[in-house]
């Protein structure tokens, strides 16, 4: 047996806005709150020694990533390798992977990025089970193709696992990017018979049986903020403070 981390909708260095009139420390826990969670989230892998981590789309908060942001990624996945951790990363709506601008062009031996279009297979030995992990980012933005039935069996693996960011079930709260349904997910479950790591299914109850959904690590700081706007003391920093973190 193996263990591996699932985490999605990181959104590293986000911005919140409405922070005027807000003391100094809630700004600096708001703005450092996604890159805080994240390396939380590598100083977990790490503890619980897994196999490997699967980052399922919205790394970053914009096509457009920040050099801040980006250079933190590859710090986290530089001391996962190191440990020899593989990561597998699939890209989002927000953080489409043929658009926007980035710093970074090369990443550790162990890092596989997904490419748009068509779901990629990656397949590999852990401890004598073989694993294969396939995965499929956006090219765009307005990615509205139904991604999950492209996904296909690789046959001779133990374990299969698909990563896709989708909104699974049509969610009303959220645009329609690669939209599926959650009897898509079933069907294509079956054929892999594996795990389902995926972003934005928003239900998890229902979504069990054919998947795994991560949440949103650092919470959402535009939440704080709302949050936060009941009264601006002590409580509140209080509060802010709780969305800091894993």
Not at 12 to 35: C, N
Not at 51 to 60: H, K, R
Not at 102 to 131: C, H, I, L, N, Q
Request: charged fraction near 25%; proline fraction near 6%; hydrophobic fraction near 35%.
């Amino acid at each position: 047996m193996f263990k591996f981390l699932h985490a999605a909708d990181i959104h590293l260095d986000t911005q919140p806005s409405g922070l005027h009139g807000y003391p100094a420390e809630v700004a600096s826990l708001l703005r450092d709150a996604p890159l805080e969670a994240f390396d939380n989230l590598v100083r977990e892998a790490l503890r619980q020694e897994v196999s490997f981590c699967v980052f399922a789309g919205d790394i970053y908060d914009g096509a457009d990533r920040g050099t801040r942001a980006e250079l933190a990624f590859r710090r986290g996945l530089h001391q996962l390798a190191e440990a020899g951790i593989r990561s597998f990363i699939v890209h989002g709506n927000h953080d489409p992977i043929d658009t926007g601008w980035s710093t970074v062009s090369t990443w550790p031996k162990e890092v596989t990025v997904f490419r748009a279009r068509e779901p990629e297979t990656v397949v590999f030995d852990v401890d004598g089970t073989t694993v294969a992990v396939q995965g499929v980012s956006y090219a765009g933005r307005d990615t509205t193709d139904n991604l999950a039935t492209r996904f296909r069996r690789h046959d001779g693996a133990d374990v299969q696992i698909g990563v896709l960011h989708t909104n699974a079930g049509s969610n009303p709260d959220h645009a329609r990017y690669a939209p599926c349904s959650l009897d898509d997910l079933r069907a294509v479950g079956a054929r892999l018979l594996g795990a389902w790591p995926r972003a934005h299914a928003r239900e998890p109850r229902r979504a069990e049986a054919v998947g795994g959904v991560p949440g949103q690590p650092p919470g959402p700081p535009r939440q704080a903020v709302r949050a936060g706007r009941q009264g601006r003391d002590g409580r509140d920093r209080d509060r802010l403070r709780r969305h800091r973190g894993a």
